[in-house]
């Protein structure tokens, strides 16, 4: 094979140590490292005295995150992150040495695969966006803690208000932490809609409340406001963050069931530069959205869809669910033309895949979404819809007759 690299490193990293492999045309040498900052530091050193132009390594994990920050801190490297599925080895004979010289091997001959890694600016506000998603469904399950201390205390407030830590619900719950058990006080602390079930209120507010109860309630109500206010502080500076991408932001913003929270996680996981991607399809692949292919001896087994960059697409999903419950839009006639016949989860990635080509067209021309409309799917051949109707018809027992109008 011919080699395209002709300097070249292969670093096998693992929590606590590296094994780096490097080919030059004057030497061939390995070397272990700790991965502690000062032993990294010293294991570019190293690269830079051996004249290395290229180092690639595998995305095990986050134990490459050290390595790809000390060596990209000035110094003048062609990083390549891979993926370890990619380059994997016959298995036998596997050594930590051996691997970091076989990904030395597959760098120089250009059989190593880079993976996209963003500047490390997009890489700050990946993981600013991403744990702010995470105290969000850290909220969500203290939301759910808090419904099943009430179950346990024979207080049935969620089988009448749809919000237990709404308005009325959330000053409820402070006064029976209070100690307050009286069910028509409790009912009449009720607001808005909420007034007109005051005798249901009464009824599911009747309890078995406990001093335990109120203790857990206590302590439940303290950690969900001090997760508000992280997520607040976190979506201010989330906010200070991305605001030099305030354009592509509101275009996102345009697509049915992408909200303002979704279109941040979108720009820091794919940015806003489509040229890294080449087509609308190498995105949709690249987030796990399309068809996986499997086919032997003619027969085509298993599409499921590939691996892919596991936060977009649930922010894509998500927003596919909130977009099939929009009226008159195109992803809604999407998703109900094929939950029925494919199923509601299949039709969802469906959607999260249509959503996701239209991003790719969005950000690449820098135009707001354009719906094509709940009856497209009708409109684009209408002879075929009227035969089908009719064919049902006439399984009912009618004759029909088709005439256009004029």
């Known amino acids: 094979m011919d080699?395209?690299?002709?300097?070249?490193?292969?670093?096998?990293?693992?929590?606590k140590t590296v094994v780096a492999c490097v080919h030059t045309p004057s030497i061939r040498e390995t070397r272990t490292f700790g991965t502690?900052?000062?032993?990294?530091?010293?294991l570019g050193r190293w690269l830079q005295a051996c004249?290395?132009?290229?180092?690639?390594?595998?995305?095990?994990?986050?134990?490459?995150w050290p390595v790809y920050n000390a060596l990209e801190e000035d110094l003048d490297f062609e990083l390549v992150v891979t993926n370890a599925q990619h380059i994997k080895r016959v298995p036998g004979r596997k050594t930590d040495v051996t691997d970091a010289a076989w990904l030395c091997d597959l760098l120089r001959h250009g059989l190593a695969p880079a993976s996209f890694i963003p500047d490390k600016a997009q890489r700050e506000r990946r993981e600013l966006i991403r744990y702010r998603k995470k105290v969000i469904q850290e909220r969500a399950s203290e939301v759910n803690r808090v419904q099943k201390t009430l179950e346990s205390a024979n207080i049935k407030l969620a089988a009448v208000a749809s919000d237990v830590l709404g308005v009325s619900g959330r000053q409820?719950?402070?006064?029976?932490?209070?100690?307050?058990?009286d069910a028509k006080v409790l009912a009449a602390m009720a607001k808005g809609r909420l007034r007109d079930k005051q005798d249901a209120l009464e009824r599911a507010l009747e309890g078995m409340v406990g001093s335990h109860h109120r203790f857990i309630l206590r302590e439940q109500l303290r950690h969900i406001d001090e997760l508000d206010a992280r997520i607040e502080r976190l979506s201010q500076e989330i906010?200070?963050?991305?605001?030099?991408?305030?354009?592509?932001l509101k275009l996102l913003d345009t697509i049915p069931g992408v909200g303002r929270a979704t279109a941040e996680m979108i720009?820091?996981?794919?940015?806003?530069?489509?040229?890294?991607?080449?087509?609308?399809?190498?995105l949709a692949s690249w987030a796990g959205l399309c068809p996986g292919n499997n086919e032997s001896a003619g027969k085509r087994k298993s599409g499921k869809t590939r691996k892919g960059d596991g936060w977009l697409r649930e922010a894509l999903v998500e927003a596919a669910w909130a977009a099939a419950r929009t009226k008159g839009t195109y992803l809604n006639a999407q998703y109900h033309r094929l939950a029925g016949r494919r199923g509601k989860k299949r039709a969802l990635v469906a959607v999260a895949h249509s959503i996701i080509i239209a991003i790719w067209h969005m950000l690449s021309d820098g135009e707001a979404y354009k719906d094509l409309g709940y009856g497209y799917f009708d409109q684009r051949d209408k002879d075929a819809l009227a035969r089908r109707m009719a064919r049902r018809l006439e399984g009912l027992g009618y004759k029909v007759t088709i005439e256009a109008v004029a």
Do not use: C, N
């Open 3 to 15: 080699v395209v690299v002709a300097r070249g490193a292969g670093l096998d990293v693992h929590k």
């Open 51 to 64: 004249e290395v132009t290229h180092v690639a390594m595998e995305s095990t994990g986050p134990y490459w």
């Open 36 to 42: 502690m900052t000062g032993d990294l530091k010293e």
């Open 172 to 181: 409820m719950l402070e006064a029976m932490v209070a100690g307050i058990t």
């Open 239 to 248: 906010e200070a963050r991305t605001r030099p991408f305030e354009e592509a």
């Open 267 to 282: 720009v820091a996981e794919i940015g806003v530069d489509m040229s890294r991607f080449p087509t609308a399809d190498h």
